[in-house]
Structures are given as C-alpha cells and as structure tokens.
C-alpha cells in the first residue's frame, strides 16, 4: 500500500475495541437475496501478486466492477483500486445520516417523538422497526439507532427530513469535506443511478475518507462517535460481506447497502492488536439485471486484507 501524507498513526481514541462487536444475521436491505457466483477455480486462472491484483481477477470472476478504499489507521497507508469511480451508494449511506443528525442534534431534541403512517412505511419499503411503531412513535435517536442497525427506510427518512431533505445531508457532508458524495433522493428512490450522472452516488475514496473522519474523533464527540460504532457493529444485514472476509479474531463495525446489480460495504475493522483498519468495498454487476453478490464483497475484503 502507498503511504498518504494526510494520515498519521496514534488518530484514535482509546477504547475503539470494546464497540467492535459481531451481530446476527437478517435478510439484505430490501428483502434481496444474492445469488451463488459461479467463480473461476484457480486452475483456470493464474493467481494473483498481489491485493490488486486479485480484486482484478474477482472483477472478472463476478463479472463485476469493484471500488475498494482501504486506510490503515495505525500507520497512514491506503490501498485503492477504482478508488475514485462513481457507484450507487444504497444504505450504505444511513450510516453518514446517522452520524450527521447526531451531530446537528443535542440529548433533548434525540428525545423527541417522531411519527409518521402507514403509508410512509409503505412508500418506503424495507422498514423492520418502524412498521412495528407505527401507533407509538420512536424517537429521533432511535430512529438512527434503527436506520444503521437494521436498515429501516423509512428510519432514514426521517432522519432525511429533519436534516433539511438530501440537500441538508449533502451540506452535512460537506462540512466534514466530502464534496463528492451526492444524496438526491429519499428511501426506495435512493437507489435509483443512472449512467453518466452523479445523483445517488459517491466514490469508495471518500466514503472512506467520511469514515476516518468519523473514527478519529473529526466529525462527532467520543460519546456521539461511540454511539455510532456500537450501533455498526450491531448492524444486522453484514455478516456475509466484510464481517466474512475479515481475519478471525477481528472485530468488524459496519454499514452495508444493496440494490438491484448493487452491493456494498463500509467498515472500521479492529485487528486484535494495533490501531483499526477503514474498508470500503463498493460492488456492481456488469449485468444490470443480475442479482448483487454477497460473496463477492466478502472474497474482496479477504483478498484485501493483511492475513493477521
């Protein structure tokens, strides 16, 4: 991996560790379910040099475009591959939501009851929280907790609209210096990319960079950033993506998306010794009405990721 010079080790707070936990396992976001990928037996193929070198081959074995950002927090060195190509972010985002209604928020306006109907549940799809709540209500801060644990839509549309819509969102962003990511629209529409356009999409470099920022104590407090990692490492939809891939014994807090050709992962990995390490992995079928691959998130984790 190349060395960046806007990192440096020692970022972290102490303590990152104990948020890092592992979770059960649910149905993606949406209800999809990956299909099997056929891959490349390695007798068929020559093996890879190197992490590169292998996400290359996993692109071909898929049929599939793969961005990868990687940063390693205890000595500054990343790893990229299509780390500056545009692709459908999905859920991945209500992870940034979250992070940014704590931070426009205090502990007495999280308290608020919020409500919303039957037909915002149904506009919205994939809500396993909220369509148990429709006659009580949640509050705003467990509205957060459930868009990033269980990747309720319409948790995150909430969230949305007490941010000022997709564009207090994108200003949200802005302010932490991501000017790439462009949030356009609501949960299911957020899901909607069309070729050649920047509507619903962001890069793998900076989801990354949003994440470093987030784990270093730049964008929340250390109990808001805490909140946040326990609530991603809870995350309910993961287990099959970089949780898979990951090397045993680390512990993985993460947000995943999916949609369509789609599939998605961002996380903050703690090896068992050491600062954590950032990965993004952002996934797409070459094939538009292929179903997303699970397994293909978790073989690019693996073939990314130090071996210990």
């Not at 898929?62 to 990868?68: I, L, Q």
């Not at 991945?92 to 919303?116: D, I, N, P, Y």
């Not at 369509?131 to 969230?159: C, F, H, K, P, Y």
């Amino acid at each position: 991996m190349s060395a960046s010079p806007s990192l440096g080790p020692g970022t972290l707070a102490l303590g990152l560790a104990l948020l890092l936990s592992g979770c059960s396992s649910l149905p993606a976001e949406g209800g999809g379910v990956g299909a099997s990928a056929e891959s490349t037996s390695p007798a068929e193929a020559p093996s890879p040099s190197g992490p590169v070198d292998a996400v290359d081959q996993l692109e071909q074995e898929y049929d599939a475009r793969v961005g990868v950002s990687m940063i390693d927090l205890d000595d500054g060195s990343t790893l990229s591959h299509r780390g500056g190509e545009r692709f459908g972010f999905a859920s991945t985002m209500k992870a940034f939501a979250a992070a940014a209604l704590l931070h426009s928020t205090g502990a007495e306006e999280r308290g608020q009851l919020v409500r919303w109907t039957s037909a915002d549940i149904e506009a919205a799809g994939y809500s396993p929280v909220t369509e148990q709540a429709v006659d009580t209500g949640l509050t705003l801060g467990e509205l957060a907790e459930a868009a990033v644990r269980q990747s309720d839509n319409t948790a995150m549309n909430l969230i949305v609209e007490h941010l000022g819509g997709p564009e207090g969102l994108q200003r949200a962003l802005e302010g932490i210096g991501d000017s790439v990511t462009r949030p356009v629209d609501r949960e299911p529409e957020l899901n909607d990319v069309v070729a050649g356009e920047t509507a619903n999409t962001s890069t793998a470099e900076a989801l990354a960079g949003n994440l470093e920022r987030l784990v270093a104590g730049e964008w929340l407090d250390e109990d808001d950033r805490r909140m946040v990692m326990d609530w991603m490492g809870g995350n309910a939809t993961g287990d099959t993506l970089i949780r898979a891939g990951a090397p045993e014994g680390w512990s993985v807090a993460e947000k995943s998306g999916g949609a369509g050709a789609m599939r998605h992962d961002v996380a903050v990995l703690q090896p068992p010794e050491g600062e954590p390490i950032v990965l993004v992995v952002l996934t797409e079928r070459n094939d538009a009405d292929a179903e997303y691959e699970d397994a293909l998130v978790a073989d690019v984790a693996e073939a990314v990721l130090p071996d210990d």
